[in-house]
Structures are given as C-alpha cells and as structure tokens.
C-alpha cells in the first residue's frame, strides 16, 4: 500500500470513531496549550518581578536596619526592629570625601495613614521623606512641586499627594488640589486629631513598583513621619543612587566602612546594617523565577505524558476491535510492514492534530490573560517563544509515537488465521 492510499485510510478510520479521535485529541491539546501558557505566563510573571526593580534602575543601593544575608531577605520581614540607623547617618553618606559616586542618598520611613479633607476620609500609605527622594527615584510632578530642602529639614507642614489619592480627595469638587489643607492621621492613633497640612504638589502617575501603587501614598517631610506619625527617631531606609554601575560596588564598600566606623562595630558580623543592591536583587530573581519556570513547564508535561497513556489505551482498544480487519488485510497480502505504519500513523496523526491545536489555543490563551493583567494596571508581558512552541509540538508528536508503537507492533505481529476467527 503506497503513502497516499496509508493515509486515506487512517482519515477513513479515524472519522469512523470521531468520538473517540476527539477525546484523544482532547488530551494533547491540554497537555501542548498547558506547556505554552504555562511557560508563557512564567515569562510574563517574570517580566512583572523584574520590571518592578529595574524601574528604580540598577545603579542603586539601599542601607536597611538590621545585619541580614544579602541574598536573603531583609530582617524587616521577620518583625525584627532594628533602631540603629539614624538621619545622621543619611548625612555623612552625603560627604563626597567619604562616598565619593553617590549622586544622590535619601531617607525615608513609610507607614499607613488616614488622609481626611471635609467628610472624605482615605486611607493610605505615607512616605516620610526629604528633599533628595526625586534625585534617587525618578518622578515627575504633575502639579505643584516636591518638597524642597528648607521645608524637609524644617519640617514643615507641607504634603504631595500621589496621582490616586488627589483624584480621589478632589476630583468630584474639581478644585485644585494645590494649597488646599488635609489632614493626616497615623493608622496607629486614627482618633488623634491629625496633622493639618497644606498640599504643595500632586506626582504624575507611576504605575506599580516593589506590588505598591506609587500612585496611592503621600509624601511628607521625614521629621513629621518619624515622630508625629511614627513616633521613632530612627530610619526604615537609606537609598543611594550611584553616578553609574561600575562604582556600585566601590560605594557599597564606601558605606560599609562609614557605617561601621559611626556604629563603632569592628566585625562584620557584628554589623547593624544591610547594604543591598538592586541589581543583585534582579540576579537573585532572575534565579528564582527560572528554576520556577522550569518546574512549571516540568508539570505541564506530565499531562502531555497522561495525553500520551490515553493514545496508549486508545490504540490498544482500536486493536482489539480491528483484529478481524487486520487478518482480512493480512490476508489479501498487506505486509507486517504496512499494518505497522497505519497503527503509527494514526497515532501521530492524532498528536499532530492535538498539537496544532494546542497551539493555537495556548497563544490565545496566553494573550488573553496579558490583556487582563495589563488592564489591571501590572507591566506584563506576552511572551510565547518559539522553543516553547516547539517543546510542546515536539513533545506531542514523541509521546505519541512512543505510546503508539506498542500497539502498531501488536497489529502487526497478528496472525491472519487467528484474527479472522476472532470475535
């Protein structure tokens, strides 16, 4: 039997039992658009994670209370408080004799506030801060102006609002939020009268960083953060911007050796501080979430293997049902041969077709879900590769070659005597 008469009999078979072809097909589909939507939500995942540090840049250093493991996570996490990092400290690092590339090095402590302006009450996130934040993380203003170094070091009673919190507060009124006075309420004392303060400044949008809205959250001079709001006198952070990513290391060592000598500390073990860069942070996740993608693409493919053990048990059935067809071919001269490669070819022609679907609805699949992350404010990306294309085809079309022979090899090593008499 020629190539062209193999096939038009595998179509013929296979459209005799649609029902079970489609069940068959149904399970490589899953198992090729599973392994395309998983590494493609792997990629865009990791793109999210990424893009949430690569947006502060890579050139940055940040100083944090507490000695951890700097490829681990910071002591914060584990509710350690750690009061040794003071705004003193924040000052000498700005000593050019001392940390020569730093361009730029900011204080800072966050907590969650309670913004009240006439019957509108909005909860929030505040940042208490000083003159050198837009220097360090990249802003620009959409109204008004930040805080400037008088108001900082004075603490002054002045705010800027993020995009979110202005509309929310004024947008229904339409008055401009510029010199209008709010009040803000320390979430750990909300029945406080609040600090009145007059809004300077509103920032344009910025999207998410870090999982926060930088949209949702205000900025104050640090010394009402820390002590009317916060009630410390110590800092949660110190970020530095270096004047480019060669000196990050240089500077790293620079505030290490600052930091010991104010802190009196001899040992590195003994440290009290954390200096951490951002780009180690985006090295460390780039690991993570590539042995993460790996584990889920691993995953994807058992069920491509479960899709390949229901060819298996299918072309096994398919067998049994068509032994007298096979000792009627054998019969009239069809070689071991030819029954071999019509069972393998209906085999893979199942697979081929699960694959080309799978495809198809692993890209749609994929895409739909980076519109609806994007929709819900998130920088994800669509990314379907072609090695994972070719991973999920490949693997398909292996699994049922595999799966397929066993039963391609009974058929074929069928005595014709034996099947016609079979019932």
Request: glycine share 10%; net charge positive.
């Amino acid at each position: 039997m020629n190539l062209f008469s193999t096939i038009r009999l595998v179509f013929r078979t296979l459209l005799a039992r649609k029902g079970r072809s489609f069940l068959t097909i149904l399970g490589i589909v899953i198992g090729v658009a599973g392994v395309i939507i998983i590494i493609a939500l792997g990629a865009g995942a990791q793109s999210l994670v990424l893009g949430q540090i690569t947006k502060l840049g890579t050139n940055l250093l940040s100083v944090q209370p507490g000695k951890s493991n700097e490829k681990g996570p910071p002591s914060q996490i584990f509710g350690i408080v750690v009061t040794t990092l003071t705004n003193e400290d924040a000052q000498a690092m700005r000593d050019t004799g001392r940390v020569p590339h730093a361009v730029a090095v900011n204080a800072l402590v966050r907590g969650s506030a309670t913004v009240v302006w006439q019957n509108k009450n909005l909860d929030t996130t505040f940042v208490g801060t000083d003159y050198a934040y837009p220097s360090v993380v990249s802003i620009t203003m959409k109204e008004g102006r930040f805080l400037d170094q008088k108001e900082t070091e004075g603490n002054a009673n002045v705010v800027v609002l993020g995009s979110t919190v202005a509309d929310e507060l004024f947008g229904e009124s339409g008055l401009d939020p510029l010199g209008q006075v709010i009040k803000v309420k320390s979430a750990s004392a909300p029945d406080a009268g609040g600090v009145p303060v007059r809004v300077v400044g509103v920032v344009s949008p910025r999207g998410s960083a870090f999982f926060q809205n930088q949209d949702d959250q205000i900025f104050m001079p640090l010394g009402i953060g820390q002590k009317q709001l916060l009630g410390i006198r110590y800092l949660q952070a110190i970020n530095i911007k270096v004047d480019s990513a060669q000196n990050v290391e240089p500077t790293r060592e620079d505030v290490k050796q600052l930091l010991n000598e104010r802190h009196h500390i001899k040992k590195d073990v003994d440290a009290d501080f954390t200096v951490r860069n951002i780009a180690d942070a985006v090295g460390i996740l780039t690991t993570i979430t590539d042995a993460l993608r790996l584990f889920l693409t691993a995953m994807a493919a058992i069920a491509l293997v479960v899709g390949g053990v229901g060819i298996l048990n299918i072309m096994l059935v398919t067998v049994a049902e068509r032994t007298r067809e096979v000792g009627l071919r054998k019969a009239v001269g069809a070689s071991n041969q030819a029954i071999r490669n019509q069972f393998l070819f209906e085999a893979g022609t199942l697979t081929s077709l699960g694959g080309l679907v799978g495809i198809v609805l692993g890209v749609v699949v994929s895409y739909l879900v980076s519109l609806l992350m994007k929709s819900l404010g998130y920088d994800w990306a669509f990314v379907v590769s072609l090695s994972s294309v070719v991973l999920a085809v490949g693997v398909s079309i292996l699994t049922g070659v595999v799966f397929g022979l066993y039963p391609a090899f009974k058929a074929a090593k069928l005595n014709p005597i034996e099947a016609l008499r079979y019932e």
